[in-house]
C-alpha cells in the first residue's frame, strides 16, 4: 500500500529541534527514521529555518519535489567559509524540488541565493504583505529569469490579502509589458 501511494508522502516538521526534548534525537536522525518506512515527496517546516540546516536537510531528501517553508533565514552564511558555502549550494543543486512555497517575505539577495538552488523549480507560491513588495518581487523575477534562463519555472503565484483593482490594474500592465517584450524578443531570434 505504501508504494502505491508514496508518491503523496508529506512530513511536517513543526519543531526543528525536537533534541530539546529527546536528548538523543536530532532532525537529521528523525528524517533518516521516516525514511526507513517511506519516501518523503512533500515537505512543511511551520517555523523559521536558517539556510545552512535547509540544505542538511535537503540533502536527505533527493527525491523531494515540494518543499513548504514558513519563513527562512541566512543570517548564519556570513560565518561560513567559502568552501562550506559551496558545499552547501552543490547539496542544494542536486534538490529535485518542482514547487516552493514561502509563506513570509524575504530580501532579494536571499531570494536570488534560494531559486538559483532550486534548479528543477516550476511553481514559486509567496505571500506578499503589500503591492509595492509584489511588484517589486515580480520585477525581480522577471529579471532574474532573463538574466539565468530557468526552463523549469512555468508558475509564479504570489497573494496580497489587501488588493485592490488599481493594484491588479498595475501588476497586469506590468506582466503585459514583460510577455510582450519577451514573446517579441523570442520571435525576432527565430
Known sequence: ????YSKSVRLIIEDLYPEQW??????????????TVTKIYHLEIQ???????LCEILSLLPELDTLRLYSISFSKL????DEELDNLVI???????????LEKRIGMEELHLLISSLPNLNYFQINCVDYK?????????LKFLKSEPNDFLRLF??????ADDNMVKKLEDIILENIIWDFYDKTCIR
Open 1 to 4: 500500500m505504501i508504494n502505491e
Open 22 to 35: 529527546f536528548k538523543t534525537l536530532s532532525i537529521n536522525s528523525y528524517i533518516n527514521h521516516v525514511l
Open 47 to 53: 517555523e523559521n529555518i536558517c539556510f545552512c540546516k
Open 78 to 81: 556570513d560565518y561560513l567559509s
Open 91 to 101: 547539496l542544494l543543486i542536486k534538490n529535485q524540488v518542482k514547487k516552493f512555497y
Open 133 to 141: 513588495y509584489a511588484q517589486f518581487l515580480f520585477k525581480f523575477i
Open 157 to 162: 503565484c504570489f497573494s496580497i490579502p489587501a
